[in-house]
């Protein structure tokens, strides 16, 4: 039983199991990279999926956009028509995730509205992972995390001239402990498993934090899980992250 207020990660992307219709290359929607995105060159536009069969989802994001001022509106078929069941309303380029109480349906439509042409990196609408641990002391929020390299510029006679800032991707760790063996077995090596390959939605405190959500990716191999006690055991992966990334640039 996950605990109040969990860690939720969504990784398991329905986009990437259905048939997807939408302008532009909506391949380029599902492939989980950050340099390049959909575009269907329009202002409005739909990212219409059709599953195999009815699959629950619980949360929509979106990951490197320019979606500011716009509006994203999930959309479900309930048999004869589409029927709404999310909206994201994003203030600027942040990731952003909203989780709703889990529907079924085999086709999804994702509208869009924008002041711009559109451009998704990664669109997320899926299942979510409910932690069965709150984050240890210790942990980074993502949003604290973030990272640059810095170059300071003089002239030749040591005066400042000014400084260059590439921005890095930030590190955390996502710590938890005292997780159910079967628990383990079940939730936890799937994601693991997608981790190695794959990045992944993280918001780390849906409650007090909720427009936190970060874009992750494992830092490396994940840390072996090792009991704690009878019957417990600890999951602990080592990240890099982002909670905002500029549309078409390579990070």
């Known amino acids: 039983m996950s605990v109040p207020n969990a860690p939720i990660i969504a990784y398991?992307?329905?986009?990437?199991?259905g048939t997807l219709q939408g302008g532009g290359t909506p391949a380029h929607a599902v492939d989980w990279r950050l340099d390049r995105s959909w575009q269907p060159g329009a202002t409005s536009a739909s990212l219409d999926c059709t599953l195999p069969s009815a699959q629950p989802a619980e949360a929509l994001s979106i990951a490197g956009h320019n979606l500011a001022g716009g509006t994203v509106t999930l959309r479900a078929w309930?048999?004869?028509?589409?029927v709404d069941v999310a909206t994201i309303e994003p203030a600027d380029a942040s990731c952003v995730m909203a989780t709703f109480?889990?529907?079924?349906?085999?086709?999804?439509?994702?509208?869009?509205?924008?002041?711009?042409?559109?451009?998704?990196?990664?669109?997320?609408?899926?299942?979510?992972?409910?932690?069965?641990?709150?984050l240890r002391q210790g942990f980074v929020p993502p949003l604290f995390s973030q990272q640059a390299e810095i170059l300071d510029t003089t002239s030749q006679e040591g005066v400042p001239l000014g400084r260059s800032i590439r921005r890095q991707p930030g590190k955390t760790t996502i710590n938890v402990t005292d997780l159910d063996d079967s628990w383990m077995r079940s939730h936890w090596l799937p994601f693991r498993d997608h981790a190695l390959r794959?990045?992944?939605?993280?918001?780390w405190n849906p409650e007090g934090h909720p427009d936190e959500a970060a874009l992750c990716w494992a830092d490396g191999v994940p840390a072996a899980n090792a009991y704690t006690r009878p019957g417990f055991m600890d999951g602990t992966l080592a990240c890099r992250c982002l909670t905002d990334v500029p549309v078409g640039v390579p990070v």
């Open 198 to 203: 794959y990045p992944f939605l993280l918001q």
């Open 101 to 134: 109480p889990a529907v079924s349906a085999s086709r999804w439509q994702i509208a869009i509205q924008n002041p711009q042409p559109i451009a998704i990196a990664v669109p997320f609408l899926g299942p979510v992972l409910a932690l069965e641990s709150g």
């Open 78 to 82: 309930n048999g004869s028509a589409f």
């Open 12 to 17: 398991r992307n329905l986009l990437r199991e």
